[in-house]
């Protein structure tokens, strides 16, 4: 083979391989975008859909006991439990700009996580007792936690799920840790500085921004709740 020949040939080889860095380039920054998108766009539509037909009749209240009878009272009904994969709650945090409102999903599987963010599933419910821990994309699929770094205590993070809102208050900066520490999300976050049980709130995501070798956390608390009936939440004018 002569020396041109092998000069051409890996020049078609550079060539090539330039064009395949180029087009994954614009599928992770562009093309996961435009599908983030879209299937975020298709959950919200979902969750107001839902919202939209009303809440859920409460049950009809048991007549009571004849005279001279008891009975045990029946316990309220347990909430429906999120299903798998599907959209509940909106979530808003001023910090991150006006227009910064992503959905959340049930799990945190690779397939969610591409339709918004993912709620670790055994966990605590919205607003319960407990550490309610969230998920998110740092980068790619539409960059939900591009600006997570910027997050400084006192910070809102703002939920509905179509009938209250709720504001959690950010306790602290962002905290750096591997993916093994998953005590993180623990009832009581381990290092949150919580020191017993209450109604908090756990993000997570990538860190270094365009990695995954560690992840960054933010940890908050439940600071104030309100019918949607009434309005917004105060956190949205502050």
């Given at each position: 083979?002569?020396?041109?020949?092998?000069?051409?040939?890996?020049?078609e080889?550079?060539?090539t391989v330039g064009?395949?860095?180029?087009?994954f380039?614009v599928?992770v920054l562009?093309?996961t975008?435009?599908?983030?998108?879209d299937a975020?766009?298709?959950?919200?539509?979902?969750?107001?859909?839902?919202?939209a037909?009303g809440p859920?009749?409460a049950?009809?209240?048991q007549p009571?006991p004849?005279?001279?009878t008891s009975r045990?009272?029946?316990?309220s009904?347990?909430?429906?439990?999120y299903?798998?994969?599907k959209?509940?709650?909106?979530m808003?945090i001023?910090r991150f700009?006006k227009?910064?409102?992503w959905p959340?999903?049930?799990?945190?599987?690779?397939?969610?996580?591409q339709?918004?963010l993912?709620?670790?599933?055994?966990?605590a419910r919205?607003g319960?007792?407990?550490?309610?821990a969230?998920?998110?994309?740092?980068?790619?699929?539409g960059?939900?936690?591009k600006?997570?770094?910027?997050?400084?205590p006192?910070?809102a993070v703002v939920?509905t799920?179509?009938?209250t809102?709720?504001t959690?208050?950010?306790?602290?900066?962002p905290?750096?840790?591997?993916?093994?520490d998953?005590?993180?999300?623990?009832?009581v976050?381990?290092?949150?500085?919580?020191?017993?049980p209450?109604?908090y709130?756990t993000l997570?995501?990538?860190e270094p921004?365009w990695g995954?070798?560690?992840?960054?956390?933010?940890?908050?608390?439940?600071d104030?709740?309100?019918p949607?009936?009434e309005g917004?939440p105060?956190a949205f004018?502050?």
């Amino acid at each position: 083979m002569s020396v041109r020949l092998i000069v051409r040939t890996f020049s078609e080889l550079c060539i090539t391989v330039g064009a395949l860095i180029v087009l994954f380039v614009v599928y992770v920054l562009f093309w996961t975008g435009v599908k983030a998108a879209d299937a975020t766009e298709g959950q919200i539509d979902a969750l107001h859909s839902r919202w939209a037909q009303g809440p859920v009749s409460a049950p009809a209240p048991q007549p009571s006991p004849a005279p001279g009878t008891s009975r045990t009272p029946k316990e309220s009904p347990a909430p429906a439990a999120y299903r798998d994969g599907k959209p509940f709650a909106m979530m808003y945090i001023p910090r991150f700009g006006k227009g910064w409102e992503w959905p959340v999903l049930e799990n945190t599987a690779v397939r969610t996580l591409q339709k918004g963010l993912g709620h670790y599933s055994g966990t605590a419910r919205l607003g319960a007792t407990g550490n309610f821990a969230v998920a998110g994309h740092r980068r790619t699929y539409g960059d939900p936690f591009k600006d997570f770094p910027e997050l400084r205590p006192g910070d809102a993070v703002v939920l509905t799920d179509g009938t209250t809102w709720f504001t959690y208050r950010v306790d602290k900066p962002p905290y750096r840790t591997v993916p093994s520490d998953i005590g993180v999300i623990d009832p009581v976050p381990r290092k949150s500085g919580f020191d017993g049980p209450g109604r908090y709130l756990t993000l997570t995501t990538c860190e270094p921004e365009w990695g995954s070798s560690h992840r960054l956390i933010a940890w908050a608390h439940l600071d104030a709740t309100r019918p949607v009936s009434e309005g917004e939440p105060a956190a949205f004018h502050s």
